[in-house]
């Protein structure tokens, strides 16, 4: 079992942002910036291009107004996405507010950031998913 799935599962616990049958969507707690978000299927899947192709189209229809929030939350161009796949062998979607592509550099140091903050993050993207 993945770390992921043991977030999705409840045994970790996490800033969840949204969630349906298929998709689990939380905060990142080392963030490359405030506001940066997890697209996690639910399917325990190791490749993102070895996730089903239905489950592949649902994702991003599913991170669209998820994606929208944090534009509306964070004083970025606009939020970014990114699939990188090598921190954890589960499938999942970066969405990262940014304001140039350099900003989703993930070889730059990740925030620290306090469970206070975090949870002001999740409250600021779910006051504008609920819009």
């Known amino acids: 079992m993945t770390i992921f799935s043991k977030i999705i599962a ?3 616990p996490s800033y969840k942002i949204a969630e349906n049958d298929k998709f689990f969507a939380f905060l990142d707690i080392f963030p490359l910036a405030e506001g940066h978000t997890l697209i996690v299927p ?3 899947i190791d490749k993102f291009f070895d996730v089903p192709d239905n489950f592949l189209a649902e994702m991003l229809v599913f991170a669209k107004p998820i994606a929208h929030a944090i534009e509306k ?7 970014g996405i990114s699939v990188v796949g090598l921190e954890v062998p589960h499938a999942h979607l970066h969405l990262v507010p940014i304001n140039n592509s350099d900003d989703l550099n993930f070889t730059r140091p990740k925030l620290k950031m306090t469970p206070e903050a975090l949870k002001k993050t999740q ?3 779910l006051a504008n ?3």
Do not use: P
């Not at 939350?73 to 939020?79: L, S």
């Open 123 to 125: 409250e600021k993207i």
């Open 73 to 79: 939350a964070f004083d970025c161009n606009r939020c």
């Open 42 to 44: 639910k399917l325990e």
């Open 129 to 131: 998913l609920k819009r």
């Open 10 to 12: 409840g045994e970790i």
